[in-house]
Antibody, heavy 121, light 107 residues
């Protein structure tokens, strides 16, 4: 049974950075890509970027280029999302999600429980 | 970016009703379309992948159809546990994008 467990809620000041972790268990960590998705209050889900652990190659949504870094640590089966230069609009619940492939289509088949990041002065 | 638009944004229905939610993509995405269910305070859950395939463990009252730009998800007989928000998502090309969600409420 695949499980993704994320780190706890964070409160940050504008201009600072946040790093959220996502520890995987129950599967082969390096075999699957991992994505990060966020959801601001009352808003739709927003894909931020993803990484393939075995290649350490990450890709990011244009919106977050230059501010977002996604990494993995295969030794601990953990993925990380670091977002810099935080502003109030970054207040959201951040989810990690495993990327599976089903009949050739990529899906987000397992999700972490979410981490609330609040950006406030 | 590919824009995903769902309709309606919200609906009220009764237990036992047949419910259909529509998702439209701003360009053709073949069948690179997935549906998720999200309950308040919880992470989304994969329901349907590749437009019409039901994820393991999802009740058979859920079904999906469509290709190209127009897609639907149908709940044949709404159950109390189905009251939630539903999102479509395209994985045709990055960035992956989601619809704005359809909230299914109790009438």
């Amino acid at each position: 049974q695949v499980q993704l467990v994320q780190s706890g809620a964070e409160v940050k000041k504008p201009g600072s950075s946040v790093k959220v972790s996502c520890k995987a268990s129950g599967g082969t960590f390096s075999s699957y890509a991992m994505s990060w998705v966020r959801q601001a209050p009352g808003q739709r889900l927003e894909w931020m970027g993803g990484i393939i652990p075995i290649s350490t190659s990450a890709n990011y949504a244009q919106k977050f280029q230059g501010r977002l870094t996604i990494t993995t640590d295969e030794s601990t089966s953990t993925a990380y999302m670091e977002l810099n230069s935080l502003r109030s609009e970054d207040t959201a619940v951040y989810y990690c999600a495993r990327v599976g492939t089903m009949v050739g289509v990529e899906v987000l088949d397992h999700w972490g429980q979410g981490t609330l990041v609040t950006v406030s002065s | 970016d590919i824009q995903m638009t769902q309709s309606p944004s919200a609906l009220s229905a009764s237990v036992g009703d047949r419910v259909t939610i529509t998702c439209r993509a701003s360009q053709s995405i073949s069948t690179y379309l997935n549906w998720y269910q999200q309950k308040p305070g919880k992470a989304p859950k994969l329901l349907i992948y590749a437009a019409s395939n039901i994820q393991n463990g999802v009740p058979s009252r859920f079904s999906g159809s469509g290709s190209g730009t127009d897609f639907t998800v149908t709940i044949s007989s709404l159950q109390p546990e189905d009251f939630a928000t539903y999102y479509c998502q395209q994985s045709y090309g990055p960035p992956w994008t989601f619809g704005q969600g359809t909230k299914v409420e109790i009438k």
